[in-house]
T-cell receptor
Framework: KQEVTQIPAALSVPEGENLVLNCSFT??????LQWFRQDPGKGLTSLLL?????REQTSGRLNASLDKSSGRSTLYIAASQPGDSATYLC??????????????FGQGTILTVHP | GAVVSQHPSWVICKSGTSVKIECRSL??????MFWYRQFPKQSLMLMAT?????????EQGVEKDKFLINHASLTLSTLTVTSAHPEDSSFYIC???????????FGEGSRLTVL
């Protein structure tokens, strides 16, 4: 059974700081890993998708890395802004090669960026 | 990215009534959609997989007779919460897979409150 853990649970930083969110997963036989953002009371916005053959993906100020062997992924946010305040969720596919689309989510990191 | 839309975004109902939530893929066809449930301050938990033209598959512990899923077309899946009770109050989110085994896109979520 896939288990996903995110550290830290909450993070508060001043605007402009670079920060790293951590995600670990127990079943490394994944075909991809996805990072999402969730604003309060809203659905999920896909931020980055890393395929198992990739080590990292970048989108603007966001960079996600994947180390399957160690069961870890990190989301790096550069030059944080107040608009980045949200809950960030890491999701890995469920154990089992046919579970395409079934995700196990971490508990999330609540990020607050204050001006 | 692909767009997934849910309706309604917010519904209040009396205990014992049934509520239907729709999930649509707006600009792509999705043979498979997924329904998740999120309790306050918790992460998402997969409830079931909705398969176009066939029966849904439910995760362990999810009552299939209570949470009826219908996937009658390639762009629409519906979740009906039957005989709703206050403990069914939650945030329900659907997702659809765009390409296989590709990125998952999520709807805006539907908040159900059962009085």
């Amino acid at each position: 059974k896939q288990e996903v853990t995110q550290i830290p649970a909450a993070l508060s930083v001043p605007e402009g700081e670079n920060l790293v969110l951590n995600c670990s997963f127990t079943d490394s036989a994944i075909y991809n890993l996805q990072w999402f953002r969730q604003d309060p009371g809203k659905g999920l916005t896909s931020l980055l998708l890393i395929q198992s053959s990739q080590r990292e993906q970048t989108s603007g100020r966001l960079n996600a890395s994947l180390d399957k062997s160690s069961g870890r992924s990190t989301l790096y946010i550069a030059a944080s802004q107040p608009g980045d305040s949200a809950t960030y969720l890491c999701a890995a596919p469920n154990a089992g090669g046919t579970s395409y689309g079934k995700l196990t989510f971490g508990q999330g990191t609540i990020l607050t960026v204050h001006p | 990215g692909a767009v997934v839309s849910q309706h309604p975004s917010w519904v209040i109902c009396k205990s014992g009534t049934s509520v239907k939530i729709e999930c649509r893929s707006l600009d792509f066809q999705a043979t498979t959609m997924f329904w998740y449930r999120q309790f306050p301050k918790q992460s998402l938990m997969l409830m079931a997989t909705s398969n176009e033209g066939s029966k849904a598959t439910y995760e362990q512990g999810v009552e299939k007779d209570k949470f009826l899923i219908n996937h009658a077309s390639l762009t629409l899946s519906t979740l009906t919460v039957t005989s709703a009770h206050p403990e069914d109050s939650s945030f329900y989110i659907c997702s659809a897979r765009w390409r296989s085994p590709g990125e998952l896109f999520f709807g805006e979520g539907s908040r159900l409150t059962v009085l």
